[in-house]
């Protein structure tokens, strides 16, 4: 895991420093780890070149990136300071398939912003630094895209109408029910103009990328919530290597301690369902690059 703190105190563009890098055993492996975290936010351009001795790497913050809002799998930050509310949030989000970041303040919320790219933003009002209304304009600002739901108990018409022209696309006041909160977020991804975008196939795999859901020879098929994420990410770049800085910042949260190995064993848990499903796709592996996902190649007749 990447410490908040760090995050928020890295922000170079331009320059480039050299870092010291353990020689080896664990706690090389554990270096490697945590500049590969680095790499993973958005907001951090980074290319890590590790010395051929070992002993020494470059880490590199001027490398423009060119990652689209739309390209990556669904990522969704909460701006709730009600630790009890925030958590059946969160959890019935993640049920979903979701990335699910999560804070309780306007500062935090604006670290976080800077980091990584989100889909969504669930934004309360009344947080202990300010009204969460004034982050509106800096989410426009840095995130276009980016969708902006408000879940706050300032349920007046006025108050509605003041977060509506600030720039939010929904206003949801407290209490809530939840799956109507998962029905309005799934509405606002859809394309604009109320446009689904195709399913995409793949051999005998086809996935919708605006419910979410994935079948198989026109079944239905479930995954586990990593899976499912995992999957997406693959098939929105169906026939292209994804980097495993990008799948790392797509499956999992910012506050989840991840070990080093842990996209790897996921990776094989998923190719495993997809040949035990019949689905005619597999999951190439790029050394030291990543992962693609492709059309099974027929056998050639001897």
């Known amino acids: 895991m990447v410490p908040r703190k760090l995050r928020g105190k890295v922000r170079s563009k331009k320059a480039a420093t050299v870092v010291k890098a353990p020689q080896s055993g664990r706690s090389s492996s554990w270096f490697d780890f945590l500049v590969q975290r680095l790499c993973a936010c958005k907001r951090l351009p980074l290319r890590y070149q590790m010395a051929r001795d070992g002993t020494f790497g470059t880490l590199a913050l001027n490398v423009k990136r060119t990652d689209q809002l739309g390209a990556a799998p669904m990522r969704i ?28 303040t306007i500062e935090g919320a604006a670290c976080a912003i800077d980091d990584c790219r989100y889909s969504v933003t669930l934004l309360d009002r009344k947080l202990p630094d300010g009204d969460g209304l004034s982050l509106v304009s800096c989410i426009r600002e840095k995130q276009p895209g980016s969708r902006i739901l408000m879940l706050t108990a300032l349920d007046a018409i006025d108050n509605r109408i003041e ?10 006041t407290k209490p809530f ?32 990328l605006d419910a979410r859901t994935a079948s198989v020879a026109n079944r239905p098929v479930l995954f586990l919530r990593r899976e499912l994420a995992l999957l997406e990410a693959l098939v929105r770049r169906a026939g292209r290597v994804v980097s495993r800085e990008t799948l790392i910042s797509g499956i999992y949260d910012l506050d989840e301690e991840i070990q080093p190995h842990s996209l790897t064993t996921l990776v094989s848990r998923l190719r495993a369902r997809l040949l035990e499903l ?25």
């Not at 977060?163 to 949801?172: I, K, M, P, T, V």
């Open 278 to 302: 019949n689905a005619g796709v597999e999951i190439h592996s790029a050394r030291g690059l990543g992962y693609m996902i492709a059309k099974t190649k027929a056998k050639a007749k001897t």
């Open 163 to 172: 977060g509506l022209n600030a720039g939010a696309d929904e206003y949801l």
């Open 177 to 208: 029910n939840l799956d109507e909160m998962m029905a309005r977020i799934r509405a606002h991804l859809r394309r604009p103009g109320g446009e689904r975008a195709p399913p995409v196939e793949i051999g005998a795999l086809s996935f919708d």
């Open 77 to 104: 930050l909460l701006v709730e300071d009600h630790v009890e509310l925030a958590s059946r949030i969160a959890k019935r989000i993640k049920r979903e398939g979701f990335v699910v970041d999560h804070v309780e």
